[in-house]
């Protein structure tokens, strides 16, 4: 990948109303070649985010440049970006073939290059045998497998994304996912992906974007996101967290001491802006958490300066390749442990008394969580269930697709 952005956002707001923006100062870059996923609850800015780059929105400040070249006065059908959505958006009343040579038409193509196009972009997809077929003869992942075709046929230099597999179930996401990262590595694709679905995220991207109110959290690898969160929100976000809550006591640069509220003080390495007095969570993910049974197991812990607290087993629920156990501490606040599933493992019983353990260095002390974020505006500014083109057709696909 290049070092030099392929797509640059530079400090982009977009207002609907204009007083509340529904993104805020967004600066983003993507690399070329790169497949950067927009993640975040509903209402969070990250469709209205690829709906600016797309070019069905314009931003209300800030500019949006590709590969160094501003999109500002560009229509959608000349920003050379294809475009898969959620709804598939395939035109009922054609074949596949003629669906994949939809973007092909709208831009002079000639009938023998795209006659050429559609059948490398249907061999793509393993497709080329239903190519006569119509739409509502396909399943949902063929359709969608259509829809990307189509969004690959004339060659983009982009391909977004806007939540593609949300409508498919489990096994056919799975599939699918597989598909996308293997076109994307075949084909070197530029890919910017909206999701609201962090395991998706995590599979299947270069880096991800955490959105929340508005504004990017945190952009980063999968995996410095879910091992080193930058904040409370992201750890909560992404992946399962426990969220412990405390006080900061003290900090010596390598690790922060945080008192609970029965007066036990937990060690985490510090995240940023933390000072003494301060309001902090301490994020534990489940597996890293340990239990101690037995009083030589706890003063094992004790002797390698492992994190120690008391606990009630409150329930154990079986998840096939491994037990939930879930404790509360004895100052109230629960705390989930994932046990591999092993047939050696024993497990405590339910009510009897137990510890639970960490290491300090897999845990982290971030400053509290801040209020959540604000509902979505009831203008629609970032609800394009409507928005996105439909199946009886609006002239954006040919725009983008």
Not at 95 to 117: C, D, H, W, Y
Request: hydrophobic share 40%; glycine share 8%; net charge negative.
């Amino acid at each position: 990948m290049s070092s030099q952005p392929f797509i640059s956002f530079a400090g982009v707001s977009k207002s609907y109303d204009g007083m509340h923006n529904v993104v805020e100062g967004l600066d983003l870059d993507v690399a070329r070649g790169e497949f950067v996923s927009l993640l975040g609850p509903s209402g969070s800015g990250k469709t209205t985010t690829l709906m600016m780059l797309a070019g069905f929105e314009s931003p209300t400040r800030g500019e949006i440049r590709l590969a160094g070249k501003r999109l500002d006065d560009k229509p959608p059908h000349r920003r050379d970006i294809g475009m898969v959505f959620q709804n598939y958006a395939l035109f009922p009343h054609m074949t596949i073939a003629e669906n994949v040579a939809f973007p092909l038409s709208v831009r002079r193509v000639s009938r023998g290059e795209q006659k050429m196009r559609v059948a490398r972009a249907l061999d793509m997809v393993e497709l080329s045998h239903l190519a006569e077929r119509r739409p509502a003869q396909l399943s949902g992942g063929q359709q969608q497998r259509v829809a990307l075709a189509r969004a690959l046929v004339f060659e983009p230099s982009v391909v977004l994304m806007d939540e593609p597999l949300g409508a498919l179930d489990k096994r056919l996401r799975e599939s699918m996912q597989y598909e996308i990262m293997k076109l994307h590595r075949e084909l070197s694709l530029t890919i910017v992906y909206v999701t609201h679905d962090q395991n998706e995220a995590l599979t299947m991207s270069d880096r991800v974007a955490v959105f929340s109110d508005g504004r990017i959290q945190q952009a980063a690898t999968p995996t410095e996101l879910y091992e080193n969160a930058a904040n409370a929100f992201v750890a909560n976000f992404v992946g399962e967290n426990n969220g412990l809550t405390g006080r900061v006591n003290s900090g010596d640069g390598e690790w922060a001491a945080m008192q609970l509220a029965d007066g036990s003080t937990v060690h985490g390495r510090p995240g940023a802006g933390l000072a003494p007095g301060d309001t902090a969570m301490l994020a534990l993910r489940p597996e890293r958490a340990h239990l101690a049974s037995t009083p030589e197991a706890v003063l094992e812990a004790e002797r390698q300066n492992m994190n120690v607290l008391h606990a009630l087993v409150e329930e154990l629920v079986y998840c096939g390749d491994h037990h939930r156990v879930h404790l509360k501490l004895v100052h109230g606040e629960s705390v989930v442990v994932k046990v591999p599933n092993t047939q050696h493992h024993d497990l405590p019983a339910l009510g009897r008394q137990t510890a639970v353990t960490w290491r300090r260095d897999d845990c982290k002390v971030l400053p509290a969580a801040p209020a959540p974020p604000r509902a979505a505006s009831s203008s629609g500014g970032t609800d394009y269930s409507a928005a996105s083109p439909s199946s009886s057709a609006s002239p954006l696909i040919a725009g983008v697709n």
